[in-house]
Each structure stands twice: as C-alpha cells, then as structure tokens.
C-alpha cells in the first residue's frame, strides 16, 4: 500500500484530499487533508494521520479522544490526487460526537447487515431483559429449536391466504435465522460468499 504514486505536486500547499470511508457501512465518515509526512505516519501506525492546516502540523485522528480510524486499505484516483481510505473507526469521528462530519448515522442501507449489527450489540450489552441476550445464553440448541420452529410456522402460513401472516411468519424466521449465525460465529455475508462460490461454478 506504501508504494503509490501520490502526485502531491498538483496543489500548491502539497496536500492532498483523503477521504475516510468506514470499510464495513461504507459510509463516508469524513474528509482531510494529507501530505508525504503524514500519509507515511498512516502506513507505519495503520492509524490515519492528516495534515492540520489549522495547527500546522501531523495530526492523528483520535489522539485526544481516542477515536482512532484503524487503517484497512487505501487506494488512489486516477489523477493521482486524492486517497480513499477504508478504515475502522472506534468510536464517533466527528468532534461533535456525531458518527460522521455529515451528522449521518454510520450503519449500513443494507438493512439486514444493520440488523447482524444491532443482534452484536444485544448479546454483548448488559441488558439482561434483552430476547437476544437471554436466547444467546440459553445455547445454540434452543437457538436452533427457535429457527425449527419458525420455519414450521412460516411453511404452516404458506399453504394459507394470508399474506400479512405469511410475510411477519417469513420476518421472524429470517431474525431467528441471523440469530442462528451469529451463535455459529458467521454472518449473512459468508453465506453470501458461499452462494456466489456456487454461480460461478
């Protein structure tokens, strides 16, 4: 990743922009300015380092709050002057303790994948009133009952008209099933992987 060709030369001030990209929503988290120095400081620490134009000055994201952007790869445009920047932010980026600079939350559009986020987040919280937390503790057993039991329901409701109960029947199983993954340590991702291992046989 070090090896780029970063034409720094194009601007006067010999920075460039960087944008910041959270490598798993994709949502884009904020926009600084990077020269040699600190593009360099980035590759040794894996931790964004920008050029403040304000403290004149090497300035790694997270150095007072310790909301660091964990460095996961970089690519540059085709003019050679700007750098995309995937990384994974530990905590809120911007300094207003919004997620983004653009006061957007930073999950996924992809609803499902927030979903898987949301499931995480239960099972490690505290809450002990959470359904995902108390069904997680009970084992991967009674997860999976859970699942079997659902399917039946859903299979049950599709013999008959009702859509309305058809489809809240279709939404339990899909929750139950996430719910399933997660217990085995995967994500609706590797079985996507998978899928498409198959096509492209």
């Not at 990077?34 to 134009?53: E, H, K, L, V």
């Not at 700007?82 to 919004?98: D, E, I, S, Y």
């Not at 399917?151 to 049950?156: G, K, N, R, T």
């Amino acid at each position: 990743m070090k090896d780029l060709n970063i034409d720094f030369t194009k601007f006067p001030d010999g920075l460039v922009p960087a944008i910041i990209q959270d490598q798993k929503t994709s949502k884009v988290l904020m926009l600084g300015y990077m020269n040699q120095a600190s593009f360099d400081a980035t590759m040794d620490s894996t931790r964004i380092t920008f050029y403040s134009r304000s403290k004149q000055r090497l300035w790694t994201k997270g150095e007072e709050s310790g909301n660091f952007l964990e460095l996961k790869s970089v690519s540059l445009d085709c003019d050679q002057d700007a750098l995309l920047f995937k990384v994974n932010p530990l905590g809120p980026v911007c300094h207003t303790g919004a997620d983004t600079c653009w006061d957007e939350k930073n999950h996924s559009d992809d609803f499902l994948q927030y979903l898987e986020d949301i499931i995480e987040l239960r099972k490690n919280g505290s809450d002990e009133n959470s359904y995902v937390k108390s069904l997680l503790a009970r084992g991967i057993n009674k997860v999976a009952q859970k699942v079997g039991e659902e399917a039946v329901e859903l299979v049950i409701e599709a013999k008959d008209q009702d859509n309305d109960k058809f489809i809240n029947e279709a939404a339990d199983l899909m929750f139950h099933y996430l719910l399933l993954l997660n217990t085995k340590g995967f994500s609706l991702q590797d079985v996507k992987d998978t899928l498409k291992k198959r096509h492209s046989k």
